[in-house]
């Protein structure tokens, strides 16, 4: 069907058939043919570079070419380099010990193979739109599999894009891109796949979860929450105010990682706001018609960061808007929404309740460390958690109290970007990890094999009937404290 009208039912049906009928007939990809699948990827994201950089402008209504180019293509460009030139090494079969180890003695052999799952679903998001599409097709491709798409319909030029470039290099049976909106979303996830990643918000992933478990599709689930800052007594300040500005203000917080709250020392906390207001001053001298600074996405989304400001501003918070050139932003073409900080907001308050996702950052002070500690722990677990300070005695405490999908230590998101660690998330904050080889094994089916030894010998024969001395024997000594 065309993209642009989307695709029902029978279509998505149609294609996840072909692609597991191709699964079967082909067998498991070569490492040529997945590196060569890889080298496909990154001359589309290459070749395609200034189309995606005004798809994206023009979905987003101002985002700059520079953004663009370093989070979703470039971004994207890395993780898909890292596993073809590491498929190879990944894909050897992993050796294991024999239990009990005198089987291994005697010639008997245990591995783990790792095989193409089959067919994944992808369900990316609006806010890294390719980023989130291709990065994990670098595991998914890597490890054999064949993928159909299913981008934003929030982002609808871009999306039109994938679907245009996708099915200029890639036939059908190896990577499909299904347009449309919630209902097409809402079949898609129903579909049998072998596996499927959703990237997105936790109240979706709820949803796609359900449909999923209709046909036990295993799931990895990207999601978000309320990242926190931690800053510790001996943090630079300067240094930390514009690291979380800049994460803050990238994409204009609309990042699964962005820092969602700070929690600063009561002593510290108009110097960091401080830092914070010169950091912003420094990137962005004015925010209106300035083409480096992202606009909010959608209406709604505007509307719904900016009824998070007006809520705690009523509930007696202390807003600070950063514009260094005092623009009003109540007229404008875009809706962008200066940096701004709200501080010492209270837990009544709806900016501290949901996931923000937008340019607001509110700052809360705590005496002792333990209140950070505690008040971390007493809210879902965060995708990310952001530690700043140079006490290894205090990072160690913020590290082992609290539990969070990863962890950046003295910066903000950057853990995202290692590729041989894994990304992932922890209770309402998603569930399996990806990257690198983790990605490689999360979108493999890790097969155990055991190789029996060939002889027929001692140690076999006394397992079975009639059962006298030797198995005995064996059972006494293996129950033992």
């Known amino acids: 069907m065309d993209a642009k009208l989307g695709h029902d039912a029978a279509s998505m049906n149609a294609i996840l058939a072909a692609q597991k009928a191709a699964h079967l007939r082909d067998g498991a990809p070569s490492a040529e043919k997945r590196i060569e699948r890889i080298d496909r990827c990154i001359a589309l994201l290459v070749d395609n570079r200034k189309a995606i950089e005004d798809a994206i402008n023009e979905d987003f209504g101002s985002r700059s070419r520079e953004a663009t180019a370093f989070t979703d293509i470039a971004g994207s460009i890395g993780p898909l380099k890292h596993a073809r030139d590491h498929l190879k090494k990944w894909m050897r079969p992993e050796k294991r010990k024999t239990t009990p180890a005198i089987l291994g003695l005697f010639g008997a052999k245990a591995e783990v193979h790792f095989q193409p799952k089959g067919v994944v679903g992808v369900i990316s998001p609006w806010n890294f739109p390719i980023n989130l599409t291709f990065a994990p097709l670098a595991g998914v491709l890597a490890a054999g599999n064949r993928a159909m798409i299913k981008p934003s319909e929030f982002t609808p030029a871009t999306s039109a894009l994938m679907a245009q470039m996708f099915g200029g290099a890639f036939s059908q049976e190896e990577i499909a891109v299904i347009t449309g909106g919630p209902e097409v979303g809402q079949t898609f996830t129903s579909l049998p796949f072998d596996h499927i990643i959703f990237t997105g918000a936790t109240s979706i992933a709820r949803h796609v979860m359900k449909a999923a478990a209709e046909n036990l599709v295993p799931l990895t689930l990207e999601l978000g929450g309320k990242s926190p800052v931690v800053i510790g007594q001996s943090a630079d300040l300067s240094t930390a105010a514009a690291r979380v500005m800049f994460g803050k203000t990238l994409n204009a917080g609309q990042i699964c990682l962005a820092p969602d709250y700070v929690l600063a020392p009561r002593d510290k906390v108009d110097s960091f706001v401080a830092e914070a207001q010169g950091a912003v001053k420094k990137m962005f001298p004015t925010i209106k018609d300035n083409p480096d600074y992202t606009a ?165 024969q006394m397992l079975r009937p009639p059962y006298g001395a030797g198995i005995r024997k064996y059972l006494d000594s293996q129950m033992k404290r």
């Open 296 to 460: 909010i996405v959608a209406q709604r989304h505007y509307d719904r960061i900016m009824g998070y400001v007006e809520d705690a501003r009523a509930k007696g918070a202390r807003i600070i808007e950063i514009k260094p050139d005092d623009e009003d932003l109540t007229q404008q073409e875009h809706r962008k929404i200066a940096p701004t900080l709200i501080i010492d907001p209270t837990d009544d308050m709806k900016v501290m309740q949901e996931e923000i996702f937008g340019p607001v950052l509110p700052v809360k002070t705590y005496g002792k460390l333990d209140e950070a500690l505690d008040y971390i722990n007493s809210h879902d677990r965060p995708l990310g958690l952001y530690y700043f300070g140079d006490d290894a005695a205090e990072q160690e405490k913020v590290l082992t109290s609290t539990t969070s999908g990863g962890v950046s230590v003295n910066d903000v998101i950057m853990h995202v970007a290692q590729e041989e660690l894994p990304f992932g998330g922890v209770g309402p904050a998603g569930m399996g990890s990806y990257h690198g080889v983790d990605g490689f094994r999360e979108f493999s089916h890790r097969k155990a094999i055991f190789s029996q030894i060939k002889k027929d010998i001692g140690p076999l």
